[in-house]
Nanobody, 122 residues
Framework: QVQLVESGGGLVQAGESLGLSCAAS????????MAWYRQAPGKQRELVAT???????NYADSVKGRFTISRDNTKNTVYLQMNSLKPEDTGTYYC????????????????WGQGTLVTVSS
């Protein structure tokens, strides 16, 4: 099994910064794409950013230039640095990883973190 442990959420004021981290553990052969999603109250979950094992990144238009996703492959950890936060960034942030796990055959397993709440006050 693979477990994800997120940390770093909290309450900040608009314009401030916050960092999130998500560590994967368990019986992992390797991890492919790692991503952050968020879900605002009453809205659907949306993709915030992705990062490949080689470090290629992709961002939602709403966070480009303000958020930075990174990863440490030696620690199976993904980070999200959020700068210039806005009230509309408020929501629960979830990490998501595609892990290769052992078995009769290697297989991909998509795993979600438990979510961490980010609240940005105006």
């Amino acid at each position: 099994q693979v477990q994800l442990v997120e940390s770093g959420g909290g309450l900040v004021q608009a314009g401030e910064s916050l960092g999130l981290s998500c560590a994967a553990s368990g019986n992992i052969i390797s991890i492919n794409t790692m991503a952050w999603y968020r879900q605002a109250p009453g809205k659907q979950r949306e993709l915030v950013a992705t990062i490949t094992p080689a470090g290629s990144t992709n961002y939602a238009d709403s966070v480009k230039g303000r958020f930075t996703i990174s990863r440490d492959n030696t620690k199976n950890t993904v980070y999200l640095q959020m700068n210039s936060l806005k009230p509309e960034d408020t929501g629960t942030y979830y990490c998501n990883v595609a892990a290769v796990v052992p078995g009769p055959f290697y297989r991909y397993l998509e795993v979600w973190g438990q979510g961490t709440l980010v609240t940005v006050s105006s």
